[in-house]
Nanobody, 125 residues
Framework: QVQLVESGGELVQAGGSLRLSCAASGRTDSTISMAWFRQGSGKEREFVSAMTWVGGATYYSDSVKGRFSVSREEAKNVLFLQMNSLKPEDTAVYYC??????????????????WGQGTQVTVSA
């Protein structure tokens, strides 16, 4: 089992920045990759970014590429999402997730075994 706790979400004005954190605990040695997904009100869950735990390869959705940056503090099993130039359309609950199998695309939320409770990001116009 892996436990995930997100933090850092809050209300921010358009153009502002936020940094989200996701602290992982438990059987973290089984982690293949960690990712951020988001879900806006009335919308489907959407891939935001991912990082492989071995090698540190990073991936981004087209909607956040160039504005968001994913990083980690490996020793503490913490994943970060630095969000810059925020837009109202970035408003959503942001979830951290862990993938423990090599099969499946990193952007496919159904391939992630563990999820955090989410943190709300609200961007005002």
């Amino acid at each position: 089992q892996v436990q995930l706790v997100e933090s850092g979400g809050e209300l921010v004005q358009a153009g502002g920045s936020l940094r989200l954190s996701c602290a992982a605990s438990g059987r973290t040695d089984s982690t293949i990759s960690m990712a951020w997904f988001r879900q806006g009100s009335g919308k489907e869950r959407e891939f935001v970014s991912a990082m492989t735990w071995v090698g540190g390869a990073t991936y981004y959705s087209d909607s956040v590429k160039g504005r968001f940056s994913v990083s980690r503090e490996e020793a503490k099993n913490v994943l970060f999402l630095q969000m810059n130039s925020l837009k109202p359309e970035d408003t959503a609950v942001y979830y951290c997730a862990v993938k423990i199998r090599w099969s499946g695309h990193y952007a496919d939320w159904g391939r992630y075994a563990y999820w955090g409770q989410g943190t709300q990001v609200t961007v005002s116009a």
